[in-house]
């Protein structure tokens, strides 16, 4: 599996990615450059926690950007939170902020496959050292083939809220935002939730009220 993060630089027309994957790095940036003539594209095979030594021998010598990305089902395959908010501070130039939007940990506690809609715990929600696994057998998140997919198990970690908040905070960001959400955008619990009409985004279908199911953060560099 791939850990997938961006950053911009000013102007919006860097964009390098962190990903573990080179080949999905190469077919990312090869879309992106037929949409964008001006954009400057480069994938950073690379760990996460080992991304700022990537950028600093980045091809177009850009060290720190305006914003950091961090998107959906990203944060769940690092083992360590406060490494990556590390990480995010020392890529951000003061004044750089970092958006992350994220599952929330509370859902990924969740048993997601009960036959019954039954909301119940059954993984961790606080990050542990040994990681979740699991083996559903060959799955991907695209309409490919999946019979040449050998290595199936999965390892995951969950971090807690406070835990990802804590993690910002320490690595000398100030929190600007945090909201968390109702819904995800996904059926992640497939037994028990619904997508809406309007935009096609997944909620519980009995009492949405009664847990959170994604959120969202922002964080800045002080200048």
């Not at 950091?68 to 995010?88: E, F, H, Q």
């Not at 506690?109 to 699991?134: C, H, K």
Request: charged letters at 20%; one cysteine or more; hydrophobic letters at 40%.
């Amino acid at each position: 599996m791939s850990t997938f993060s961006s950053v911009f630089s000013s102007g919006g027309t860097t964009y390098p990615n962190f990903d573990n994957f080179n080949r999905v790095i190469e077919s990312v940036w090869t879309r992106t450059a037929n949409f964008y003539d001006e954009t400057v594209a480069y994938g950073l095979d690379s760990e996460v926690t080992q991304a700022t030594d990537a950028v600093l021998t980045a091809p177009n010598g850009d060290h720190q950007f305006d914003v950091v990305y961090t998107g959906l089902g990203a944060l769940n395959w690092l083992p360590d939170i406060r490494s990556w908010a590390k990480v995010v501070a020392a890529l951000l130039r003061p004044g750089g902020v970092l958006h992350l939007h994220e599952g929330h940990p509370m859902l990924w506690s969740m048993d997601q496959e009960r036959a019954d809609d039954v909301l119940a715990v059954r993984y961790p929600y606080f990050e542990t050292a040994a990681p979740i696994i699991s083996d559903d057998g060959p799955r991907t998140y695209t309409d490919g083939d999946t019979s040449t997919i050998t290595n199936t198990a999965m390892a995951e970690w969950n971090h807690g809220l406070g835990e990802v908040v804590q993690g910002v905070l320490d690595a000398g960001l100030v929190l600007t935002k945090l909201e968390e959400l109702q819904y995800c955008d996904w059926l992640a619990i497939p037994a028990a939730m619904t997508l809406t009409d309007d935009d096609g985004a997944a909620v519980l279908v009995d009492r949405p009220e009664m847990m959170p199911l994604s959120y969202t953060l922002q964080a800045r560099r002080p200048l």
